[in-house]
């Protein structure tokens, strides 16, 4: 059975990206947003990415069961050649140095950084696949060290994308596993879900316990995103297509947030409604850009075939 809210999901995780990074951005390009974003803002920062990924590893998994090569062609190869292209297309736009196309690979710093995390979530689930036990221990101690920096020497010696890959584990390789019962769980009682998950978060939040506000972030989206796909059917739609053409906005959308804000800062009241504006232009450029690019350059977004039959 295709459960419809995990679309929805990932379209609302993909839009909070884009929404927080044009936060991020505002203060560079000289853009002072109204300060009810930052308020909505703060309780998401821990929910967007777990959120993603979660939703990632409940996808990855029916493909866990085939051999290597199958895995490996349907589930890696596109994910290794797009962080590769990208990340030399951002280096030289950016002017970076031509080492960081190397060292990319272990310690990133750009926004490229989720595929980076997605290529070593999927990895090690193949790899750890019929030691789910050892995988789910191992990521949730690394997690909750992460979330918590201890040691806190070990740490900060990381990148901010090195420890968010370390601390988002849990939730990509718990849904490997156990996303689809747990999901399956929520259809049936969905306002039980947004009700516990509400009351958890508030508390999590009063506590200041970063984890469990994470871990209850994805459950009450989660949950939301199953009555939004049983009583709100256009508004699902639009979430799932979003969702279904994630990987485009996340590899271009960052580099049109800066303009988008220098142009809105031109115009009355933007503070107001400049930032859902720009979240929503950068979403739709970056599907149209992809729609664009697949008539002439379909190898921007997805590894040649000639590729592909060569590890096939």
């Not at 884009?18 to 853009?31: D, N, T």
Request: hydrophobic share 55%.
């Amino acid at each position: 059975m295709r459960l419809h809210a995990l679309d929805t999901a990932k379209g609302i995780s993909v839009i909070l990206v884009v929404f927080w990074h044009v936060l991020m951005v505002s203060s560079s390009v000289g853009f002072t947003p109204h300060p009810v974003y930052f308020a909505v803002n703060a309780p998401l920062l821990s929910m967007r990415m777990p959120l993603f990924f979660f939703v990632s590893g409940v996808v990855v998994a029916h493909s866990l069961s085939g051999p290597w090569k199958d895995f490996f062609n349907r589930k890696l190869l596109d994910l290794l050649w797009i962080c590769g292209l990208w990340t030399v297309i951002y280096t030289v736009v950016q002017g970076r140095p031509t080492s960081y196309i190397l060292t990319s690979w272990y310690r990133p710093e750009i926004h490229l950084w989720f595929l980076w995390g997605l290529i070593i979530y999927r990895l090690l689930s193949y790899l750890l696949r019929r030691h789910k036990t050892l995988a789910l221990a191992l990521s949730l101690t690394l997690s909750l060290l992460a979330y918590h920096d201890l040691p806190q020497d070990f740490w900060g010696s990381l990148s901010t994308h090195q420890r968010s890959v370390v601390k988002y584990g849990a939730f990509f390789f718990f849904a490997v596993w156990y996303g689809r019962q747990m999901v399956s769980a929520l259809y049936r009682w969905p306002w039980i879900g947004l009700a516990a998950a509400l009351m958890a978060a508030l508390l999590a939040s009063r506590l200041d316990l970063v984890f469990l506000l994470s871990l209850s972030g994805v459950m009450l989206i989660l949950s939301a995103s199953i009555l939004i796909s049983e009583h709100l059917v256009a508004v699902q739609h639009a979430f799932t297509f979003v969702g279904s053409r994630s990987l485009e906005i996340f590899v271009l959308h960052f580099a049109m947030v800066g303009p988008f804000l220098k142009m809105a800062k031109g115009y009355s009241h933007s503070a107001l409604w400049a930032v859902p504006a720009v979240t929503l232009a950068c979403v739709a450029l970056a599907i149209a850009l992809r729609r664009i690019t697949d008539r002439f350059a379909p190898w921007l977004f997805r590894a040649p075939k000639g590729l592909m039959e060569h590890f096939g």
